[in-house]
Each structure stands twice: as C-alpha cells, then as structure tokens.
C-alpha cells in the first residue's frame, strides 16, 4: 500500500448495497475511490459516472489496475470466495461485509498466496457469528 496519500479504493459488486459504500467512502479524504467492478459492466459504469469513480468494468479488467490497493467485496456471497482470492493474486488487500465463504467446506483449507507479502484479507466483524462461519478474518500475510 502506498504511504504518499489517499488509500485507492475500487468496488467489486455494483448491487443493492454499493450506493451506501459510495455515498460513504467517498467522504473521507484519505481514500479514494478509483475503480467499480462488476459482471454487469454496465451498472458498473453506471454507478462510475453516478458517483464520478474514474474507472468501471467487469472484475478482471478492475483487478489488472495497477493503482488499485484495496478491493472492497461487494458480490453477492456465494462469488465472496472467488472474488477474494482473484484480489489476493492481483496483489490488492481484501475488504468483504460477509464471510469469506458460505460455508467451513467452501473456504480455502489454507491462506491463499498473495501477489504481495503484505496482503491481507478481512471480513466485517459483526459476521464473525454468522452460521456455518468458523473464520470470519482470512490473513494471508507470507513471507515471500
């Protein structure tokens, strides 16, 4: 992550719940939203221009951007583990409101390797007691 300013944000999921992330995030100054993704191109670039996000496409074409530091994972949850792990290769840190998987079964039955030693991945804290959710933080620091 970069040290010299604004933290740069893209979203992965342009639904239901997207509005109230882009009418939060983009009033803090030490963020910057730079990027929406979703397999809807066009409800991505929709929301793009809504809310004046400079870059818009499906998830693959979000993740290849190299100014991206932190995928914030808005899919619905049975993607959440896909999306994940895409955002960890790319070499992005991971923010998701839901648990990684649906269920203990479903997740990675290890860490996954990042693109960058200092990924992390996390989930939102008040879904650490959601069923069948044995782990709602999924670190993947690893020394390279």
């Not at 499906?58 to 290849?64: I, K, M, N, T, Y």
Request: with cysteine; hydrophobic share 40%.
């Amino acid at each position: 992550m970069s040290n010299r300013g604004p933290l740069n944000i893209a979203l992965i999921g342009a639904g239901n719940i997207s509005g109230q992330y882009l009418d939060t995030l983009g009033t803090f100054p030490d963020v910057r939203l730079t990027a929406i993704g979703d397999l809807d191109v066009s409800r991505a670039r929709t929301a793009a221009r809504k809310y004046h996000v400079p870059e818009a496409g499906d998830p693959e074409s979000v993740l290849a951007l190299p100014d991206v530091e932190l995928v914030v994972n808005l899919t619905v949850p049975a993607a959440h583990t896909e999306v994940a792990l895409a955002s960890l290769r790319a070499g992005k840190h991971v923010y998701g409101e839901k648990p990684l998987a649906l269920s203990p079964g479903t997740a990675p039955a290890s860490s996954p390797k990042p693109a960058h030693a200092d990924c992390a991945s996390a989930a939102h804290p008040t879904r650490s007691s959601a069923p069948d959710c044995s782990q709602p933080n999924v670190p993947c620091r690893q020394a390279r």
